[in-house]
T-cell receptor, first 112, second 113 residues
Framework: EDQVTQSPEALRLQEGESSSLNCSYT??????LFWYRQDPGKGPEFLFT???AGEEKEKERLKATLTKKESFLHITAPKPEDSATYLC?????????????FGTGTQLKVEL | DGGITQSPKYLFRKEGQNVTLSCEQN?????MYWYRQDPGQGLRLIYY???????QKGDIAEGYSVSREKKESFPLTVTSAQKNPTAFYLC????????????FGSGTRLTVV
């Protein structure tokens, strides 16, 4: 069965304190790994797509990396506006088409 | 501006009633999806549709129904058979999921009263 596990469930950082979020996955036929940001009461917002082990992508203070079994979202010198829930998802191809399976998310709180 | 519109933002339903959540997109995307989000459980796939007049059950389809009569619209009906319907419902669409992922609406929060 396809599984996506994110850790930690919640993370509290001081402004400027760098850290990493983890997403481990067990899937067959991975077509891509996605990172989304979700603010309270809103829909997820696309951040990155990674396709193969060794790939890295960056956007402002965020950098996503991918290995064969997990992905990391590194947050460098975070600011309070980075506070959100970060979701990891894997895209697989099924008989009915593409399907995106999500992890449970990491709730990040950045404090002054 | 192109995007996905979900309505209403908040919805209250009495037990035993069916209720329909609206999802409209003007992105010209072929595929559309419905997810349910509960605290601590992440997003779970209810139904998805790759083309008009065709749709597939997701992981938790019981107690839900959908239709896809138009490319732009993918309404979700939560029936009285859904035992625990209180949740945040998210609609999404995609044109090339492998390269661009899904675009999500802003969600509908359904509460059973």
């Amino acid at each position: 069965e396809d599984q996506v596990t994110q850790s930690p469930e919640a993370l509290r950082l001081q402004e400027g304190e760098s850290s990493s979020l983890n997403c481990s996955y067990t899937v067959s036929g991975l077509r891509g790994l996605f990172w989304y940001r979700q603010d309270p009461g809103k829909g997820p917002e696309f951040l990155f797509t990674l396709y193969s082990a060794g790939e890295e992508k960056e956007k402002e203070r965020l950098k996503a990396t991918l290995t064969k079994k997990e992905s990391f979202l590194h947050i460098t010198a975070p600011k309070p506006e980075d506070s959100a829930t970060y979701l990891c998802a894997v895209l697989i191809l099924t008989g009915g088409g593409n399907k995106l399976t999500f992890g449970t998310g990491t709730q990040l709180k950045v404090e002054l | 501006d192109g995007g996905i519109t979900q309505s209403p933002k908040y919805l209250f339903r009495k037990e035993g009633q069916n209720v329909t959540l609206s999802c409209e997109q003007n992105l010209n995307h072929d595929a559309m999806y419905w997810y349910r989000q509960d605290p601590g459980q992440g997003l779970r796939l209810i139904y998805y549709s790759q083309i008009v007049n065709d749709f597939q059950k997701g992981d938790i389809a019981e107690g839900y129904s959908v239709s896809r009569e138009k490319k732009e619209s993918f309404p979700l009906t939560v029936t009285s058979a859904q035992k625990n319907p209180t949740a945040f419902y998210l609609c999404a669409s995609s044109i090339d999921a492998a390269n661009y992922g899904y675009t999500f609406g802003s969600g509908t929060r359904l509460t059973v009263v």
